[in-house]
T-cell receptor, first 112, second 116 residues
Framework: GQQVMQIPQYQHVQEGEDFTTYCNSS?????IQWYKQRPGGHPVFLIQ?????EVKKQKRLTFQFGEAKKNSSLHITATQTTDVGTYFC????????????FGEGTQLTVNP | GAVVSQHPSRVICKSGTSVKIECRSLDFQATTMFWYRQFPKKSLMLMAT?????????EQGVEKDKFLINHASLTLSTLTVTSAHPEDSSFYICSASRGHLNTEAFFGQGTRLTVV
């Protein structure tokens, strides 16, 4: 079945440093979504990418969808303590009715 | 944005008892809802897909007789953990999407279940 792998599992940065998490799927995706889960909270939707090679930005966050639609990345520029949390990618397969498969998540901690 | 409400947020129960968790879509109709289990510092593990008016679809390895799912209306799905044991202690979370499945998932607040 479809597998979504995400690296790294943990990332510790100093405030102001950049951060990137990568997501790879075993199969071609119709779309990929990114979520953020704060400690003790529930996942909150950040963005969805649909087109091959798509790049979207949200302030300091940049999301990319690979040309082959099998990988994606989330890059945060100049991290802040408010960026702390676990970032999950979630991919949906191309076949009709495919469910969302979540990656393992990357837990980000930011030292002030 | 759409809101999904999950109740209770925390529950402590004795071994052998059953616990019911509710998931409601507050401002949209959800023909499909999803139930996940999340272990500490781990990802979301899909347990089952709840379908309004029909039987839930369980993922491999999830006991359907232990985790009973009922989706009686377009805005409510329930997960009942039957004869709970300490190993069932976990964070259970539901999600629903508005309309077509190729849209964002809205998550409930989650339920922290502790079985003593």
């Amino acid at each position: 079945g479809q597998q979504v792998m995400q690296i790294p599992q943990y990332q510790h940065v100093q405030e102001g440093e950049d951060f990137t998490t990568y997501c790879n799927s075993s199969t071609t995706l119709s779309n990929i979504q990114w979520y953020k889960q704060r400690p003790g909270g529930h996942p909150v939707f950040l963005i969805q990418l649909v087109k091959s090679g798509e790049v979207k930005k949200q302030k300091r966050l940049t999301f990319q969808f690979g040309e082959a639609k099998k990988n994606s990345s989330l890059h945060i520029t100049a991290t802040q303590t408010t960026d702390v949390g676990t970032y999950f990618c979630a991919g949906r397969g191309e076949t009709s009715g495919s469910r969302l498969t979540f990656g393992e998540g990357t837990q980000l901690t930011v030292n002030p | 944005g759409a809101v999904v409400s999950q109740h209770p947020s925390r529950v402590i129960c004795k071994s052998g008892t059953s616990v019911k968790i509710e998931c409601r879509s507050l401002d949209f109709q959800a023909t499909t809802m999803f139930w996940y289990r999340q272990f500490p510092k781990k990802s979301l593990m899909l347990m089952a897909t709840s379908n309004e008016g029909s039987k839930a679809t369980y993922e491999q390895g999830v006991e359907k007789d232990k985790f009973l799912i009922n989706h009686a209306s377009l805005t409510l799905s329930t997960l009942t953990v039957t004869s709970a044991h300490p190993e069932d202690s976990s964070f259970y979370i539901c999600s629903a999407s508005r309309g077509h499945l190729n849209t964002e998932a809205f998550f409930g607040q989650g339920t922290r279940l502790t079985v003593v």
